[in-house]
């Protein structure tokens, strides 16, 4: 299989630029990235901290999250500007429009950031490391803020490449680049090395990513859990998490079916159920996703509808376990009167690594999704159903 390519988009110093252009746009003269600046909030000086520093006032020694107070104490010509995260949104809105021309797969991550999948888009596009140079002078040129863009064969590398140094720049971390590129770096660069897990990693000689990537993942786990299994996978650059739009993740995956008489029988609106999970699922598995909330609807023959929805603490995408998720939200809302239309959707993914990962999930449930996998991989080797749920083959349609 050919690698994926994914870029991550990230604004400069994000609050501090958008207050910025925002001003200037307002046809204020001076650009508040050129002198000594912060975004702190809110009304309150006292209590307020630093959101973002301005390259002037980062030179005089302000921080992020500091307080005011104190960044007005190294800086006492600092001026002080509260966030407006209506503007803010207005600006990340308008650089994501900006990206949904490259991509279909636009994933916003944070207000400023955002992942795309460009796997092969190449003959669209031409060179995609040129792409990425047209994306971030665009994005400058048009809406007057500077971004970064990290090329990489993953969500990980990509994001760990934008921010590798600043402001406007394009980097790329390919996995043939990681071991010169990442594993040099100190270990609290990594993504998710969080403050408390770089102290302890740093108490067992884990300096860099490299060590990390090079330690014995047995001892890794024994002391640090799953979370520690992602930082290993994280530092060898392994990351398969999908690139999800956010039209995917607002609506999920889902089917309905409208019935052309009124199903009365339980049964019956079980049968619907369970062919709606099959699609569903299949539909999971293809986009290489689990969902974490399963919703049932229903409409009944005066055409009210409702509907009830699981959220789960693990996800799933087999026939098996989304069927008997659904059935059960079934059984709760059910009242007996006749029925329409089914309809069953998914929402809430979260990546695969995690799933396997958990100990938490009923062992079935991760076997369910391996068998599932393998049923899914025999039936388009051959290209049709060879192999089913007994209960789908010997079950009379009744609609
Ligand atoms: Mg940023």
Redesign the pocket.
């Known amino acids: 299989m050919s690698k994926r390519i994914i870029f991550h988009v990230?604004?400069?110093?994000?609050f501090l630029s958008w207050t910025a252009v925002d001003k200037l746009k307002s046809g204020e003269k001076l650009d508040i990235r050129k002198i000594p600046a912060v975004i702190g909030g809110l009304k309150e000086e006292r209590k307020g901290i630093v959101l973002a520093k301005s390259m002037p006032a980062k030179i005089k020694g302000v921080v992020t999250a500091e307080t005011l107070l104190s960044a007005r104490k190294k800086c006492p010509d600092l001026k002080i500007y509260p966030p407006t995260f209506s503007v803010y949104k207005e600006y990340s809105d308008a650089m994501h429009k900006i990206l949904c021309e490259y991509s279909p797969l636009v994933e916003r991550y944070?207000i400023?950031?955002c992942f795309l999948d460009m796997t092969g888009t190449e003959r669209l596009h031409g060179d995609l490391e040129n792409l990425a140079y047209t994306i971030k002078d665009r994005i400058y040129n048009e809406l007057g803020f500077t971004?970064?863009v990290g090329i990489g064969n993953s969500k990980l590398c990509a994001k760990m490449a934008?921010d590798f140094s600043k402001p406007n720049k394009v980097h790329t971390l390919y996995d043939n680049e990681i071991k010169e590129k990442m594993w040099p770096l100190p270990i609290s660069e990594l993504f998710m090395s969080g403050k408390k897990t770089t102290e302890k990693l740093k108490q067992i000689d884990i300096n860099t990513i490299g060590n990390l990537a090079n330690a014995d993942l047995n001892m890794i786990t024994r002391k640090f859990k799953k979370l520690g299994y992602m930082l290993y996978e994280y530092a060898n650059g392994i990351d398969d998490s999908p690139v999800i739009s956010e039209r995917e993740a607002y609506k999920g995956i889902g089917n309905s079916v409208t019935l052309p008489i009124d199903l009365t029988e339980e049964t019956q609106i079980l049968d619907v159920l369970q062919d709606l999970a099959v699609q569903v699922s299949e539909r999971l598995r293809k986009e290489n996703v689990l969902a974490s909330v399963i919703v049932v609807q229903l409409k009944n023959s005066n055409f009210k509808s409702y509907s009830h929805q699981k959220k789960l603490e693990y996800g799933i995408n087999s026939v098996n376990d989304i069927y008997f998720v659904a059935k059960n939200l079934f059984y709760k809302m059910w009242k007996e009167d006749p029925i329409r239309l089914v309809g069953l959707r998914t929402t809430d993914f979260v990546e695969n690594k995690f799933e396997q990962m958990s100990i938490f999930n009923p062992p079935s449930i991760k076997e369910n999704n391996k068998v599932q996998k393998l049923i899914d991989e025999i039936n388009s080797k051959y290209n049709s159903k060879v192999i089913d749920k007994a209960s789908l083959l010997n079950r009379n349609k009744k609609y």
């Open positions: 990230d604004v400069n110093n994000a944070s400023d950031e971004v970064n934008s």
